[in-house]
């Protein structure tokens, strides 16, 4: 019988980039060229930080999930993006995110979310056993431990994408795991709690800290992990904790861990305008990201998200559910009669931060304005490439670099950094926990702003300028002010479907119907119709966790638990 285990995957050894070892080969004795031996690994320092460098990427499972380069930490960059599982957008092609959408994700199909069980272990595996070298090879002291504190980073991210998507997981702390060993061991498949889970990460968060750099120096910068990554990691965690799903910590260890971050006064809201945060590499904003260069071949946005009047592929289609959320500029809900909202006019003075995410009808894109209308829409079924037209009706606009070409892009698009956390992100956490610790007005101990004042920071940024919350709102309305917050400004940054999930709202938001509209062109202007963009959305109680891959279950013999409801 042939045996897989969760954990006991290949070395996984070759290096995508970095350091590359020669070697003599026999004529009938071929050394292969695409991984990198143990004993290089163990022997030679350099390599030895190349592997340890190249964890921040991952190893591609499963088809679209990049183009032609290993995925890195999440799922950012890829053809159907997390938003397509969520109330935000769909998957234009399907890809396996309808499946989803739908509420058919079974242990034996996950669709496009399959893979993160077999590579989070995969590379903490990886993990463990660069850790193991580094205790004996030798190297600087100050330079070795830079380099367990980023492993340990880089672990604890890992650990931080089962625990948001299956809850419990195994903790297999520096074990190094070998096909040799025994797989009746019952600690190999036991599951942790929530809370065991989140204070083992975290605590290895701490330590990790301790010894990472403030600042990154050379050409990482943003890319490679430093103190404030990892404090950034243990915030996010943290107000997950507190939060009702997971109900395994506190707002007030929240509200400190993201003071913490706050603390390093190293960041602050960027002043170059919300649109352009997306495209630039290096701001006071940016926390931690992936960088991508032009000899890093990956996914090229702008033709996968482009509306088809233009030759793009229309991926990820933001929904109307999305758009119906966005406030006027004047602070207020379009349901509130005296908004101003027009029906008629339905995208007029929005939120800045709408048309910055969504091109709709009329924006301005490129050489034109976008024509989502029939008939006759450049953009519409009634434009060229009609198997690409949006099903909702708009196309993505955030992330996408104007500058790039959207035709025959290959090899000169795409290089937009890709943003894993950010200081918006923790402003957003500090509030949402201290309105819940402390309510909306209240200063906490050992800081120096109130949720409000948080929240407050990321409204006014520049080219936003959304009006100030007023002093008073009550603690459930802050937390609604909350809510909108997160839903608009990190929209299409993969927290929407953790978000839902935590706040225990999923069973509303991911049952509504996937919004879309009809726009008409008449003698006068345009007619909106509502429409479904499509059909079947569906939520259930056990939806809230992702079921663990039947396969990992079969392998453990049946020892590894399966969430409920599977």
Not at 147 to 168: H, M, S
Not at 524 to 541: H, I, N, Q, S
Request: proline letters at 4%; one cysteine or more; charged letters at 20%.
């Amino acid at each position: 019988m042939k045996i897989k285990s969760i954990y006991i995957t290949l070395l996984g050894l070759s290096l995508v980039s970095g350091a590359m070892v020669g070697c003599k080969k026999d004529f009938l004795n071929v050394e292969p060229t695409d991984r990198i031996s143990t004993t290089a690994i163990e022997a030679d320092t350099a390599v030895l930080e190349a592997y340890i460098t190249n964890r921040y990427i991952g190893t591609r499972l499963q088809d679209k999930e990049a183009d032609g380069s290993a995925p890195g930490f999440g799922r950012g960059f890829e053809y159907s993006m997390w938003s397509s599982f969520t109330d935000e957008s769909i998957y234009n092609n399907d890809d396996a995110t309808w499946l989803i959408q739908r509420g058919q994700l079974a242990p034996e199909n996950l669709g496009s979310a399959g893979v993160y069980w077999g590579r989070s272990y995969k590379s903490i595996r990886e993990c463990n056993y660069a850790l193991g070298v580094l205790g004996k090879i030798a190297m600087s002291a100050a330079h070795k431990k830079q380099l367990v504190a980023e492993l340990k980073f880089i672990r604890a991210f890992r650990y931080q994408d089962l625990i948001r998507n299956y809850g419990g997981v195994v903790l297999m702390g520096d074990k190094v795991t070998n096909l040799t060993d025994n797989l009746q061991d019952p600690a190999l498949f036991q599951r942790a709690s929530i809370k065991e889970s989140i204070d083992y990460v975290t605590a290895q968060l701490d330590q990790a800290a301790a010894d990472l750099p403030l600042d990154n120096s050379g050409t990482w910068l943003a890319g490679r992990a430093t103190k404030g990554a990892a404090l950034a990691l243990k915030s996010r965690l943290l107000l997950y904790a507190a939060s009702p799903l997971y109900n395994a910590g506190t707002w007030q260890a929240a509200v400190t861990a993201a003071q913490a971050v706050i603390s390093l006064n190293k960041y602050g809201i960027y002043t170059g305008g919300y649109a352009n945060l997306f495209l630039t590499d290096q701001t006071n904003e940016v926390i931690f990201a992936r960088l991508f260069t032009k000899n890093a071949n990956h996914t090229h946005l702008e033709i996968a998200n482009g509306p088809n009047g233009y030759g793009g592929w229309g991926g990820n289609l933001p929904m109307q559910n999305l758009v119906d959320d966005y406030e006027m500029a004047n602070g207020k809900p379009i349901t509130d009669p005296t908004s101003g909202y027009d029906s008629n006019q339905p995208y007029k003075d929005r939120d800045p931060r709408f048309a910055a995410t969504i091109l709709y009808n009329g924006a301005a894109y490129r050489e034109r304005n976008v024509e989502t209308f029939v008939p006759g829409g450049k953009d519409s079924k009634d434009g060229i490439d009609n198997w690409n037209t949006s099903k909702t009706g708009y196309y993505l606009k955030k992330f996408m670099n104007d500058a790039y070409p959207l035709q025959n892009p290959w090899g000169n698009a795409g290089f937009q950094p890709w943003i894993y956390f950010r200081y918006a992100e923790i402003l957003l956490n500090y509030a949402e926990a201290a309105n819940e610790a402390y309510g909306p007005d209240a200063v906490p101990s050992g800081s120096t702003m109130s949720a409000r004042d948080a929240i407050n920071m990321v409204r006014a940024r520049p080219s936003v300028n959304m009006p100030a919350l007023a002093v008073g709102l009550t603690q459930a309305q802050m937390r609604d002010a909350v809510r909108y917050e997160r839903r608009v400004e990190l929209a299409f940054e993969e927290h929407r479907f953790y978000d839902v999930r935590r706040w225990k709202i999923a069973e509303v938001t991911e049952n509504k119907p996937a919004g879309g509209i009809i726009i008409t062109k008449t003698s006068t202007g345009f007619t909106y119709a509502p429409k479904v963009a499509l059909d079947g959305r569906k939520f259930e109680t056990k939806h809230y966790w992702l079921p663990i891959p039947r396969a990992e279950i079969l392998a453990s013999g049946g020892k590894l638990q399966q969430n409920p409801g599977y």
